[in-house]
C-alpha cells in the first residue's frame, strides 16, 4: 500500500487546534490544557449525560447495579488516561531533546477525552440499536428510500455505524448551535476515528468512521494533523496512533466489566469468574493475589480486586506493546488491535473471557429481549418519521414534527439530510425516551389527565 508521506510525526500529531474556531488557533497558557478543557466539556455536555439510560450490554438496573454507557464511558476514560500516561512518559524520554516534546504530555488527557466520547454517537438499546438504524434500510421498509439518495448516502445508512455518528456529533452544525459543533481540539476528534474511511470502503463488516456529510471535516483534520492518506480509491486514511490506545481501553473496560456484571447478575458462578480473572496471571504474581483473595472473605470485594488486577496487568501490557512497536503506528503498519500483542499468558485469558462473553453473556435472555425489543421500537420510530420528513404536509406528520426539537433539520430542502435528522434525534435518544415516545405513537399511553 502506498502513502502519501512516508511516516507521520508526533509534532503534528499533537495538536490544540480547535474544529470550528481555527482562525482563533494559538497555544494558550491555562491552568487547563485545550484537551482537558475537551474532556471537561464531554462532561457537562447534555448528550454525555443522556448515556446514564442508555444500555450497555444488560438491562438498565433494577435491584442489582450493571454498567450502562455512562458508567462504562467514564471507566474507559480512566484507563484510557492510565494507558496515555504510560505512553507518554517513556515517549517524553525518548525524544527529551526535540523542540516538541512538551506536547507529549497531553497524550493522556487527549485519550481520555476521546474515551468519553467514543460511545456518544451510539444509538439506544446497545450495539443492537446500530444494527436496527442499519438493517432498517438494509431490509426493512427503508428500502423503499434507495433511489432517492446517492450511493455514497444510500451506503451510509445501510451500514450506520455509531462511531460516525460520534464524530458527526461532534463536529455537526445542528440548528441554533455554533459552528464547529462541540469545538473540540483536532487530536481528540482524530483519536476517536476507529475506521478512518468512508462508508463506501466499509467491507462486509460495515464499520466506517463518517458519513459522507462529514467527509470534508474528516479530511481537513487528518490533513492537519499529518495522518498518512492510502493511494487508493476514495477516503481512507491510516488511524491516528492514539486511537489505538483509546481501542484497547475499551476492549479491556468492555470485557473484564460484562464478565464482572455477569457474576452480579448470577450468569456466571463466583468459581467461573476467579478462574477468568486469575488466568491472567503466574508466578509470584499469581501467589500474591491468591494470598490476598484468601485475606478478603467478602465474594463481591473478591472479584472487583480481581477485576483491579486484570485492568492492571491489561494496562502495562498495551502501553508497552504501544511504546515497542511506535514506529510502525507511525508508519500506518502496525496490524490488528494492541490487545492481540500482548504476552501470551494474559492474552489467552482474554481470549478466554471473550469466548464466555459470546457464549454465556451475550446470549443471555435478558439481553436478547433488549435487543429483540430495541429493534422493534427503533424500527417502528424511523418507519413514521421518516415518513413525517418525507411527506411533511399530512396532518399527522405535522403534530409528529412539532415533537422533534428545532436543533434537528427535518424541513430541509435535502432528502439525505432530513433522513440525517431522523436518525440524529433517535440516536441521541434514551431508552427510556425511546420506549415513551414508541408507546406514545402507538397510543399505548397517554399524558396524566
Known amino acids: 500500500m502506498k502513502y502519501t508521506e512516508s511516516r507521520m510525526s508526533w509534532e503534528r500529531l499533537l495538536s490544540s487546534k480547535r474544529f470550528g474556531l481555527e482562525r482563533y488557533h494559538e497555544e494558550r497558557r491555562h491552568s487547563r490544557s485545550d484537551f482537558q478543557r475537551d474532556y471537561d466539556r464531554l462532561v457537562f455536555s447534555a448528550p454525555f449525560r443522556r448515556l446514564q439510560n442508555k444500555t450497555q450490554v444488560f438491562p438498565l438496573p433494577g435491584s442489582v447495579f450493571v454498567h450502562n454507557r455512562l458508567t462504562h464511558s467514564l471507566e474507559v476514560s480512566c484507563v484510557g488516561r492510565s494507558l496515555g500516561n504510560n505512553v507518554s512518559s517513556v515517549l517524553f524520554e525518548k525524544y527529551a531533546n526535540e523542540p516538541w516534546a512538551g506536547k507529549l504530555h497531553g497524550i493522556g488527557a487527549i485519550v481520555a477525552a476521546a474515551c468519553l466520547a467514543h460511545d456518544m454517537g451510539n444509538p439506544p438499546f446497545g450495539h443492537s440499536g446500530e444494527r436496527a438504524i442499519a438493517t432498517y434500510f438494509s431490509e426493512g421498509n427503508g428500502l423503499s428510500l434507495k433511489n432517492k439518495l446517492g450511493t455514497d448516502e444510500w451506503k451510509d445508512l445501510t451500514h450506520f455505524e455509531g462511531n460516525a455518528n460520534a464524530f458527526r456529533l461532534l463536529t455537526h452544525q445542528f440548528n441554533g448551535r455554533r459552528a464547529g459543533g462541540f469545538v473540540m481540539t483536532y487530536s481528540t476528534l482524530a483519536s476517536i476515528v476507529k475506521y478512518p474511511y468512508a462508508s463506501n470502503l466499509a467491507g462486509e463488516k460495515g464499520k466506517f468512521g463518517f458519513f459522507t456529510s462529514e467527509a470534508d471535516d474528516f479530511v481537513k483534520v487528518a490533513d492537519t494533523l499529518g495522518m498518512l492518506r492510502m493511494d487508493t480509491f476514495g477516503i481512507r486514511y491510516c488511524r491516528h496512533p492514539l486511537v489505538y490506545l483509546v481501542e484497547a481501553a475499551d476492549d479491556i473496560c468492555y470485557q473484564v466489566m460484562d464478565i464482572e456484571d455477569a457474576h452480579k447478575l448470577k450468569i ?15 508466578g509470584s504474581r499469581l501467589k500474591h493475589i491468591q494470598e490476598t483473595l484468601n485475606i478478603v472473605s467478602d465474594i463481591n470485594e473478591q472479584i472487583a480486586y480481581l477485576r483491579s488486577c486484570v485492568v492492571g496487568v ?23 488491535v494492541l490487545i492481540n500483542h500482548i504476552g501470551e499468558t494474559p492474552r489467552n485469558a482474554y481470549k478466554n473471557c471473550s469466548d464466555v462473553a459470546y457464549e454465556h453473556i451475550y446470549k443471555a435472555s435478558d439481553v436478547l429481549d433488549i435487543e429483540l425489543a430495541g429493534n422493534r421500537i427503533i424500527s417502528v420510530l424511523l418507519d413514521k418519521l421518516i415518513d413525517a420528513v418525507i411527506n411533511p404536509g399530512k396532518a399527522y406528520s405535522q403534530l409528529l414534527l412539532n415533537k422533534v426539537p428545532g436543533q434537528y433539520e427535518t424541513r430541509d430542502e435535502n432528502i439525505y439530510k432530513r433522513i ?5 434525534y433517535i440516536s441521541g435518544m434514551t431508552d427510556v425516551y425511546a420506549l415513551d415516545l414508541y408507546r406514545k405513537i402507538n397510543g399505548m399511553s397517554l399524558p396524566a389527565l
Open 268 to 282: 456466571l458462578t463466583t468459581e467461573k469468574t476467579k478462574e477468568l480473572f486469575l488466568g491472567f496471571f503466574s
Open 314 to 336: 491489561l494496562v502495562d501490557e498495551c502501553s508497552r506493546i504501544f511504546c515497542e512497536r511506535e514506529e510502525e503506528l507511525l508508519r500506518g503498519e502496525f496490524d490488528g
Open 420 to 424: 440525517q435528522a431522523v436518525i440524529d
